[in-house]
């Protein structure tokens, strides 16, 4: 390094920006960004990660950092070399190779901002560094205490097996939410082509989900207002209607940009997320604060459930997990009994909601949502408790019972 240029770092404040690249196709997806911020693009130099780590070992870090893993033999090993070097509070944005689950949440977890797979472009560049310009933001406003109830709260609901009605669970739950409850409640169905949370609204789901997933660039606060259907006051679903001629491919780091912004909109997110897109994006279980399993006492569902635990242990550790029967039909009507199913899952149920057809086809032919055409039923009522769970609102599931205002000391 020149005199001139020890001067001039000196002179000059923390610099804005530099990326250490390996190729020039990650280059050429680079220089626009750094065009629509006015950054130099002599910013942008060869030699991925060990350059930045070589380089940064005598130099102030920037505030944003881009580097090219693709030719580290050891990702993580060259990463924590970088943390050595790089000054707190540098935003660092990792592009390599591999397509790995495990890789993207080890360094996530390590401090990395965001790991895109080559090839990147230009959008997915722009998007991380505003995503990690508003992080830099938020993290340098002062801390204000929250109540409990302010705070935003994902909940996704997962079938274990087709058919089990987690739909209706999901849809139903966001109802009470909203309406019973009065909280800001969004609804996302991820079920691209098939989803029916709209549809139990009589609502159109329109293309609004699509459109966020191509181009996550363009997701922000009035993008999610647009997309989103409006049932009420409080509840907004983002569902679609994708056409079964056009294949789609859903970048993980979209849907993750999409539920943090929809975390920003709402105090509570009910996530119908089919078992499919569970197993292929485990990211979204892993955005997840409580992750609902609707299953049935089938022999197939007992074994997936026993999967599924695994997954949610392993993408999800700091998430609260619960098991969910649905349409548990009478003695000798099942498969499996309720207490080998618990005995083979290792966990005890947590609520169980019983198999009532009849009333399924009645609400049905209301036109009305679960919770609104069968406010007494015994489904409902197991519903409301899942709710009041899901809010902390104990106080109110103490109320619907007589048996804790004849005895309310008796199980203490």
Same mark, same amino acid.
């Given at each position: 390094?020149?005199i001139a240029s020890l001067?001039?770092?000196?002179?000059?404040?923390?610099?804005?920006?530099?990326?250490?690249?390996?190729?020039?196709?990650?280059?050429?997806?680079?220089?626009?960004?750094?065009?629509?911020?006015?950054?130099?693009?002599?910013?942008?130099?060869?030699?991925?990660?060990?350059?930045?780590?070589?380089?940064?070992?005598?130099?102030?870090?920037?505030?944003?950092?881009?580097?090219?893993?693709?030719?580290?033999?050891?990702?993580?090993?060259?990463?924590?070399?970088?943390?050595?070097?790089?000054?707190?509070?540098?935003?660092?944005?990792?592009?390599?190779?591999?397509?790995?689950?495990?890789?993207?949440?080890?360094?996530?977890?390590?401090?990395?901002?965001?790991?895109?797979?080559?090839?990147?472009?230009?959008?997915?560049? *722009?998007?991380?560094? !505003?995503?990690?310009?508003? +992080? &830099?933001?938020?993290? %340098? $406003?002062?801390?204000?205490? /929250?109540?409990?109830?302010?705070?935003?709260?994902?909940?996704?609901?997962?079938?274990?097996?087709?058919?089990?009605?987690?739909?209706?669970?999901?849809?139903?739950?966001?109802?009470?939410?909203?309406?019973?409850?009065?909280?800001?409640?969004?609804?996302?169905?991820?079920?691209?082509?098939?989803?029916?949370?709209?549809?139990?609204?009589?609502?159109?789901?329109?293309?609004?989900?699509?459109?966020?997933?191509?181009?996550?660039? *363009?997701?922000?606060? !009035?993008?999610?207002?647009? +997309? &989103?259907?409006?049932? %009420? $006051?409080?509840?907004?679903? /983002?569902?679609?209607?994708?056409?079964?001629?056009?294949?789609?491919?859903?970048?993980?780091?979209?849907?993750?940009?999409?539920?943090?912004?929809?975390?920003?909109?709402?105090?509570?997110?009910?996530?119908?997320?089919?078992?499919?897109?569970?197993?292929?994006?485990?990211?979204?279980?892993?955005?997840?604060?409580?992750?609902?399993?609707?299953?049935?006492?089938?022999?197939?569902?007992?074994?997936?459930?026993?999967?599924?635990?695994?997954?949610?242990?392993?993408?999800?550790?700091? +998430?609260?997990?619960?098991?969910?029967?649905?349409?548990?039909?009478?003695?000798?009507?099942?498969?499996?009994?309720?207490?080998?199913?618990?005995?083979?899952?290792?966990?005890?149920?947590?609520?169980?909601?019983?198999?009532?057809?009849?009333?399924?086809?009645?609400?049905?032919?209301?036109?009305?949502?679960?919770?609104?055409?069968?406010?007494?039923?015994?489904?409902?009522?197991?519903?409301?408790?899942?709710?009041?769970?899901?809010?902390g609102n104990k106080e109110?599931?103490?109320?619907?019972?007589?048996?804790?205002?004849?005895?309310?000391?008796?199980?203490?």
């Amino acid at each position: 390094m020149s005199i001139a240029s020890l001067l001039k770092s000196e002179e000059t404040a923390v610099s804005e920006f530099e990326a250490y690249v390996c190729d020039d196709q990650t280059t050429q997806a680079l220089v626009p960004v750094l065009n629509e911020r006015e950054w130099h693009t002599s910013n942008i130099k060869n030699g991925g990660i060990e350059n930045a780590i070589r380089t940064l070992a005598t130099a102030t870090s920037p505030r944003f950092l881009v580097v090219d893993l693709s030719k580290s033999s050891s990702a993580m090993d060259d990463m924590n070399a970088l943390a050595e070097v790089c000054e707190p509070g540098t935003m660092v944005i990792a592009i390599g190779q591999e397509n790995d689950i495990e890789l993207y949440r080890n360094l996530i977890g390590s401090g990395v901002q965001e790991y895109l797979v080559k090839p990147v472009t230009t959008d997915q560049i *722009r998007e991380s560094i !505003l995503a990690a310009d508003n +992080a &830099m933001r938020l993290a %340098s $406003e002062p801390e204000v205490e /929250l109540n409990e109830d302010e705070t935003d709260k994902l909940v996704a609901v997962v079938g274990i097996r087709g058919g089990v009605g987690a739909s209706t669970v999901a849809s139903s739950c966001a109802w009470i939410l909203s309406h019973d409850m009065k909280r800001n409640t969004g609804l996302l169905d991820m079920d691209i082509y098939f989803g029916t949370d709209a549809l139990t609204f009589d609502l159109e789901p329109g293309r609004g989900l699509c459109d966020a997933l191509e181009n996550p660039s *363009r997701i922000d606060g !009035l993008f999610i207002e647009r +997309a &989103m259907v409006r049932e %009420s $006051e409080n509840l907004s679903i /983002l569902g679609a209607e994708a056409s079964l001629n056009e294949p789609t491919y859903t970048d993980p780091a979209a849907m993750s940009h999409l539920l943090s912004e929809l975390k920003h909109n709402f105090s509570y997110i009910v996530l119908d997320l089919p078992r499919n897109m569970a197993a292929e994006y485990p990211l979204m279980l892993s955005e997840a604060d409580e992750i609902i399993l609707v299953t049935d006492l089938s022999l197939a569902a007992a074994r997936d459930t026993i999967r599924f635990l695994a997954l949610c242990k392993t993408v999800a550790p700091s +998430a609260t997990i619960k098991i969910l029967l649905n349409k548990v039909a009478g003695p000798g009507m099942v498969e499996v009994d309720k207490k080998d199913f618990e005995a083979s899952i290792e966990r005890a149920i947590d609520w169980e909601i019983p198999f009532d057809p009849k009333l399924m086809v009645q609400v049905s032919r209301s036109g009305k949502p679960l919770p609104q055409a069968a406010k007494m039923s015994k489904v409902v009522k197991v519903l409301k408790s899942i709710c009041d769970d899901v809010t902390g609102n104990k106080e109110d599931t103490a109320k619907g019972s007589i048996w804790s205002k004849l005895a309310p000391k008796a199980k203490k």
